[in-house]
């Protein structure tokens, strides 16, 4: 028996085991039965590999390639929805926009099985100068090629997002379960690549698929003793390329290999390219476990502050860092995430947790962790008892502080809150988040790679992020309490206007029912009442419409319009007041882009509060003009005016209002309107002399 068969051999049993021993275990996660069936359909594609290797006959060696061939068309669906559901929380979100490609790597193989099996492999020659068959590819054997390239790179790009986003405990426990499948998919895009260029598959890397499939299996096999590893939950960006580094290497990747192979083609090849291809990839994957090993990254460190007189910190760096990681983060949660993140990082910690304290109910909740869930904290959270004791203790002494072997309640409950994952000798600290004398949040640090304990320059460097965070979090309480009380102010006075104006509806249907028993027989009585309750229902339906306005955004449409098209239809739609002058004086303006009904709103608006001000007498007058990149409306009454203080503090402020029926919401709506098409007002008023508003609009920049 040959080498290649042997190896196939033994990859086929070593991936049929993991696909046993994991079936046992799978309990109904998606991802497990993923990667049950993609090591079952692995065995059994190397397994007749290891056939064909083994056979001598040309017939029986093409029958054999055809049918891994026909196995091997299956193995990108199976493996991308692994690497769409594996210890992702949100996968649902990832299927909704992959589902498409999942059905098309799914039902593309099987189209051309059935009905191009026999195109697959057209025939077999002896390479020239070496030992090595050639199985010649047709047309659907090379569109399979392409299939298993595009696939290999989706599925190492959602490995890499996966990689990326874990953190901690999450980390160590999948890391050597995503570099087994990376390793997988590495090497089929470099035969898929092969294939493509040569039209056809060469014996010659089988022994390379082979050994890929048992170091992976043994990559995998070490990452199932790590327990949870199927559980436990990231959440990577949906965003698909950014920051990807998946696509860019891959593209110097077929650039550089496309290269070499013209090369190695032109000079005859080498008999012993399968072997030698083995051993580099046997060196870099122990080079890619060495440097991601954090017990190495973390004696890097040590061995460099201890030889080479560095501090062990690189504070300047980390501070950046830390403001620029948590910065950007608005909520709570978000923020205690990206906090825990950046701890593990700087710490090498794998276990990091913080819980939040609610001051009035005094209990902890869990905020954010690396290593635990939320159902694991609800069952191993601290009881009221223990978080009352633990409150009080840690507002008194707020430093960080060793809860290894402490005997009190509060460190006990922590301890068990948080639980040691490795029990190498890492002791667990707590560091109390304080802020104007009140305990905010408690973060626990433990599992650091190889046990290592926390330094004196690793308390310092602790109790200065111990400041930052309480200081971030203390501010996202203070801007939520005033976002509640803004809110709620908003809410008392919306409350008030509709009230006083449901109460003088409600008074005038009350007269009238006092009324209706005495005077019903009288038409005239009758005639009255009846327009009395139109009237009232027409207020309280526009008083509701003027109301509901507000809880919806304006949404812009901006295209290019005539402005004083619009000003004339406005003008056209309004009814002509006794003893109000109207005069008018238009410019000749170039299209402005703006949404014509919005902006008519806001004329309209304008326009009756002009009139209302003037009352029974006055005139109006309504202008446009060019001001250097702004198109401007005036509108200028002879009405009552307003004070300075009112036009700088309530004017444009929603339920401010000196109309005894208005709402004060017209103004508020149409600054929004202004601003949403990137201008904005400008007011002039004398108390009793008159007022004009304009309305700047900036006109779209002139070609050169």
């Known amino acids: 028996m040959s080498v290649d068969a042997i190896l196939a051999f033994a990859s086929a049993t070593l991936c049929a085991t993991l696909a046993i021993s994991t079936a046992f275990r799978a309990r ?80 593309l193989p099987l189209l051309l099985v059935s009905l191009f099996r026999s195109r697959l492999v057209l025939s077999v020659s002896h390479v020239e100068n070496s030992s090595a068959i050639a199985f010649n590819l047709g047309a659907a054997g090379l569109l399979l090629q392409l299939l298993l390239l595009i696939s290999a790179l989706m599925v190492l790009m959602n490995i890499e997002r996966t990689y990326r986003t874990s953190v901690g405990t999450v980390r160590w426990r999948i ?52 327990t949870g590893h199927f559980e436990l939950d990231v959440y ?81 760096s980390i501070w950046h860092r830390f403001a620029a990681g948590t910065a950007s983060q608005v909520g709570q949660t978000e923020y205690c995430r990206a906090v825990v993140k950046l701890l593990a990082e700087i710490f090498q910690a794998l276990s990091i947790t913080i819980w939040v304290v609610d001051q009035q109910r005094e209990e902890l909740s869990l905020a954010a962790s690396t290593s635990i869930s939320g159902n694991q904290a609800r069952e191993a959270g601290p009881t009221a008892a223990e978080a009352s004791s633990l409150i009080r203790h840690l507002r008194l002494n707020p430093d960080p502080v060793e809860i290894e072997f402490l005997p009190d309640d509060w460190a006990v409950a922590l301890r068990r809150c948080h639980p040691d994952e490795f029990h190498k ?46 200081s971030g979090l203390m501010n996202m309480r203070l801007s939520q309490r005033l976002l ?67 809880r919806h955004e304006s949404k812009i449409q901006r295209l290019p319009a005539d402005l004083n098209s619009i000003v004339n239809g406005v003008l056209a739609g309004l009814e002509n007041v006794e ?10 303006l170039p299209p402005v882009a703006l949404d014509q009904a919005q902006i008519s709103k806001v004329i309209t608006n304008l326009m009756l509060n002009a009139r209302e001000a003037m009352g029974t007498s006055g005139c109006l007058r309504i202008t446009t003009s060019l001001t250097g990149s702004w198109a401007v409306l005036a509108v200028t009454d002879t009405g009552c005016g307003m004070t300075p203080d009112f036009i700088a503090q309530s004017l444009f ?51 050169h």
Not at 579 to 588: F, W
């Open 579 to 588: 003893g109000i002058q109207v005069e008018k004086q238009l410019a000749e």
């Open 236 to 316: 990577p960006s949906h965003s698909v390329l950014q920051g990807s580094a998946t696509i860019f290497l891959a593209g110097i990747y077929l650039i550089i290999v496309g290269v070499f192979a013209k090369i190695a083609a032109y000079l005859g090849g080498d008999s012993t390219f399968s072997l030698k291809a083995l051993l580099v990839l046997v060196s870099v994957v122990g080079l890619a476990v060495l440097l991601q090993s954090d017990r190495v990254q973390l004696n890097l460190r040590h061995f460099i502050s201890r030889h080479f007189e560095r501090p062990l910190h690189d504070y300047q």
């Open 425 to 470: 000798g890492s002791r667990r600290i707590c560091l109390p988040i304080i802020a104007t004398g009140e305990l905010q949040a408690v973060v626990i640090l433990g599992d650091r790679v190889a046990g290592a304990k926390f330094t004196p320059q690793d308390i310092d460097l602790l109790k200065s992020i111990g400041g930052h965070i309480s």
């Open 28 to 107: 109904g996660s998606p991802s497990r039965w993923a990667f049950v069936a993609g090591m079952a359909l692995l065995a059994l594609e190397r397994s007749l590999n290891g056939f064909q290797s083994h056979s001598a006959n040309p017939v029986e060696m093409l029958r054999w390639e055809i049918w891994q061939l026909t196995v091997a068309a299956f193995l990108p669906g199976v493996w991308l929805f692994f690497s769409l559901s594996y210890a992702r929380g949100n996968a649902g979100h990832f299927f909704k926009n992959w589902w498409w490609i999942l059905c098309l790597i799914l039902g």
């Open 484 to 550: 509640q009380a803004r809110e709620h102010e908003a809410f008392q006075a919306m409350a008030t206007f509709f009230v006083h104006d449901l109460k003088n509806a409600a008074t005038t249907l009350n007269l009238m029912l006092r009324n209706l028993p005495e005077h019903f027989d009288d038409p005239a009585f009758r005639e009255d009442a009846l327009r009395g309750v139109t009237k009232s229902v027409a207020h309280i339906n526009n008083l509701i419409s003027r109301l509901s306005q507000l």
């Open 653 to 703: 402020r929603p339920f401010q209002t000196t109309k005894k029926n208005g709402l004060g919401i017209g103004m508020f709506q149409s600054k929004m309107i202004v601003e949403a098409h990137g201008g904005r007002f400008s007011v002039e008023s004398t108390p009793g002399a008159g007022t004009t508003f304009r309305v700047h609009l900036p006109l779209p920049p002139t070609p």
């Open 175 to 226: 890391k050597f379960m995503l570099m087994g499948v990376s390793l997988l998919f590495i090497v089929q895009l470099f035969t898929a690549s092969q294939a493509l260029l040569f039209s056809s598959v060469l014996s010659s890397l089988d022994g390379l698929r082979s050994g890929a499939a048992i170091l992976a299996g043994l990559l995998m096999l070490r990452s199932l003793f790590r």
